[in-house]
């Protein structure tokens, strides 16, 4: 049985490498020439730059994400660099009792327990609260392949089932907490700014916080060294190891159907190709409204279209920098207040900035100078989409105008290196868009609303078409890389399942 994907995003890739496991032939197209789609990172000069993985959820174990990366890689073949310190934020109003400014989020959970008790102990009943549910989810292998385990079958799904309860207490209890709510019940008030001041002013809810800080601890969500198209790569060499197919500079134009039924794709120079079943990897407003012509919806994806119901992730200006200093003695990710907000050209305005250093990856630039990227985070993606579509000229001189200006500040910052940049790169939302076709330049998908654990309104299948299928990060809010494998997993069991095919997995890793 033939299956064409479109996308060799994660979720296309994990996919192919499913179906290929279960026996399916899959041939994947992609109109980028490189696999990966916003999991990448790309070379100019001797620097390399990266645009997505800070951290990928069950690089060890510790995650039950890791099982599942370790069906489709060899993890062990992975190195992954564990932070101490995840991020640093420099705070503006309030100094420590040490006389310091600066707060640091600790990654392993006893040192941050005692760092924030030893700056407040009048906290301490608090900071308890804060670290209890991360033990409680530590405990609590994520559900992702719970429903692989037989039902009812072992004690080992019982001890499951009774964790998973402790975990739905403390879920239930916290659901609604943000750092903002949180920090309102500190009392020193050094650790209320550095809680409201940990996403840069915004409030968010606790749990984008707690979660990941568990696994850190666990150190099960590493930074893979040599980037995340290094990553990605090696997804791709898996997949092509079980004869998997892909036709890279191959954008998809349509999807053709006949009677309700999706029977090919129209790709670049009007070609054909047939298949039994497609699955779309690719972008939800694309293959919904572009790919299908919209013939395929139903009133809650239409909602979406019209922006109601979820909203869309950010998406990202991202500056790139290759600076001949080797900045080994600098916090690797650091957010810090600006004397004078600086305003993007798209309108938002910012006071604060996002430095990642790049100086615990080797692989990013030769000895004794460094990769830099300073992140501003937008919802005015539009804005840079309809620039570059309009006037390319315009666009240009409005990246080279806001490039000049960060240079400026990042020289403050970094103590003089203005004169030390060998290379600089700026991505925009309409970077992402065009590499990707990722709607708005959307970096994760739909950002999660109030209820995290909501799933999309856009499914694995389309309403009125058969033998069709579809599976990205759209799928569920907040997306990520630990989205685009499990929705490629379930999309790919979903096909078996519907094909009488009993679901197994080849071994390709060392695990
Ligand atoms: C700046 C940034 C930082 C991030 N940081 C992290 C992080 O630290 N941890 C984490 O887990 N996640 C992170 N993410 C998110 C993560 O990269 C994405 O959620 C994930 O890669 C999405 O995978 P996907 O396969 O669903 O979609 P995509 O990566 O968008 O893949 C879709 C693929 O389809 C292809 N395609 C689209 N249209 C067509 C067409 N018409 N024809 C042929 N091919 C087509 C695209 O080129 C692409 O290759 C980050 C993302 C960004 C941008």
Known sequence: MKINIIGAGVSGLSAGCYLQMNGFETEIFEKHSIPGGLCTSWKKGEYTFDGCAHWILGSDKGSSFNKMWSEILDMKKINFHNHDIRLQVDLKNNVNKYGEKVFHLYTNLNKLQAYLTDLSPEDSDQIKKFI????????????????????????????????????LYWFLKLKNETNFTFARKLKNPFLKESFEMLYDGEEVNM???????????????????????????KIEESYLKLGGKIKYNTPVKKIITENGIAKALLVRNNVIHDSDITLSAADWNFTAFDALEGKFVNPQMMNLKELKGLEVFFSVVQFSFGINADLKHLPHFSRYPLDVPIVSPDGTSYDRMEVHIYNYDPTFAPEGKTSVVVSYYTKNRDFWIDLRKKDRPAYRLKKKEFTDRIIELLDIRLGGIKDKIEVTDMA?????????????????????????LAPSPVNFSFPGLKNFYFSSHWNQPGGGLPIAIKTGRDVAKLICKNNNVEFKIKKIGSD
Do not use: C, H
């Not at 989810?137 to 080992?156: H, V």
């Not at 990941?212 to 590493?222: M, N, Q, R, W, Y």
């Open 132 to 167: 209890k549910p991360m033990r409680v989810m530590q405990k609590f292998d994520l559900p992702p392949i719970l429903d692989d385990l037989p039902f009812f079958k072992s004690m080992l799904r019982g001890i499951k089932m009774m964790r998973y309860l402790e975990f």
């Open 207 to 233: 749990m984008i916080l707690t979660m990941p800080l568990s696994v850190f601890d666990l150190k099960s969500a590493g930074y893979p060294i040599g980037g995340s198209l290094n990553f990605a790569k």
């Open 428 to 452: 925009t939302p309409a970077t992402f868009y065009r590499y990707t076709n990722n709607w708005k330049g959307s970096t994760q998908g739909w950002l999660p609303g109030k209820n995290l």
